[in-house]
């Protein structure tokens, strides 16, 4: 990391680690967000930090970004920093206006919105956080193609519901909202692009909580005796902890190829290979941890399942495992090299699609 990356994590894990509690990230499952985390989030501009300085930001990179979302998933910050700072880094990678109030995203695979003379019409299920924020940046299809367009969420029919730990995941119904901004049809090179970048932000959310759970789990281990002796003296114990601090330093260097791979505007597969490593890795890490806290790790006082629970819900959202596979896949076999000879090939690197303009 740079110097002032390495101060931008410094300044935000303070802020979390001084604003976030078990009891904060409980609000969520009650209906409720924690809006002064975000207004200490403006207020320091962190929101702000990837956006371009000819656009009122900070001036910052991908990498900077990621590493904020990160620290969001370690902390289970209840806020939706992830979905306006990404909704805003669409909005400037397809060229139109970013906004300063709350916003949100929905990239459906099957196109649930459609577009007609600027007007919006459609249902999409597991918005996140659709009831908290203002603005919603949503891809639609028009007669010519695929669109990203900007709409206000006032204009459209909300009904409430969660996922599996507790996060707004709304059903957003439109009849003829007018929308605010619209793209420029996208090519399928550009949509793929972005599905790489939201899946590199889920990956950074997902890293944020396995360190967290890797976290818990030693503290735990620390902390809880048996037969007189802490537990983590027990060999068994130690092989458990072992390989769910592997399975943590694995997802912690597949993010930062990740960041890596997208600061250098290369499209290597590095999302593709985090993404389907991350399916073991979930696997692997939510097993270890619950195993070792036992039954305390599932009861409702225990902060564990605040993470575990929010690993499996965001790992089943967005591009799925299968896309990546048959992603990887397809690539081997058109490529002509031996399985081993695609993997360790630089020359297969094509260039991320930059803002245009």
Known sequence: MSEMRDMIVDVVERMLKEKVDKDLVDTVEQGHWAPELWDLFKENGMTAV????????????????????????????????????????????????????????????DQAFTLENGKLNGEAIQIPWARHTKNLVTLARSKDGIHLVE??????????????????????????????????????????????????????????????????????????????????????????????AGETAIALAAFNNVTEALLMNKQ????????????????????????????????????????TRRLWSWRDEGASTSYWTNLVATQLLESGDSLWGYLTSSS?????????G
Not at 89 to 99: A, C, D, G, P, R
Not at 348 to 356: A, I, M, W
């Open 348 to 356: 297969k690197s094509t260039p991320l699609l930059k803002v245009e």
């Open 50 to 109: 990837a956006i371009t300085e000819e656009n009122g930001g900070a001036g910052g990179d991908i990498e900077d970004l990621l590493n904020i979302v990160r620290l969001t998933g370690k902390y289970a910050a209840p806020i939706p920093f992830t979905e306006t700072t990404f909704a805003n880094y669409l909005l400037e990678f397809t060229n139109l206006q970013v906004i300063e109030d709350l916003a949100t995203y929905m990239l459906c695979p």
């Open 151 to 244: 709409v206000d969420l006032s204009q459209a029919e909300i009904k409430e519901a969660t996922n599996l730990a507790g996060e707004p995941r709304d059903t957003v119904i439109f009849h003829h909202g007018t929308t605010s901004q619209v793209s420029a049809v996208l090519s399928p090179d550009k949509i793929h692009t972005i599905t790489t970048l939201h899946t590199a932000f889920q990956l950074a959310s997902m890293t944020g909580a396995i360190d967290k759970i890797n976290d818990l789990t030693v503290q735990y281990t620390k902390e809880r005796e048996q037969f007189g002796r802490p537990i983590h003296r027990f060999q068994l114990v130690q092989q458990h902890i072992v390989h769910l």
């Open 268 to 307: 290597n597969s590095e999302v593709a290979y985090a993404s389907i490593r991350f399916e073991e890795i979930i696997q692997t890490v939510t097993t270890i941890a619950h195993q070792v806290h036992a039954a305390i790790g599932t009861t409702h006082e225990h902060s564990l399942h605040q993470f």
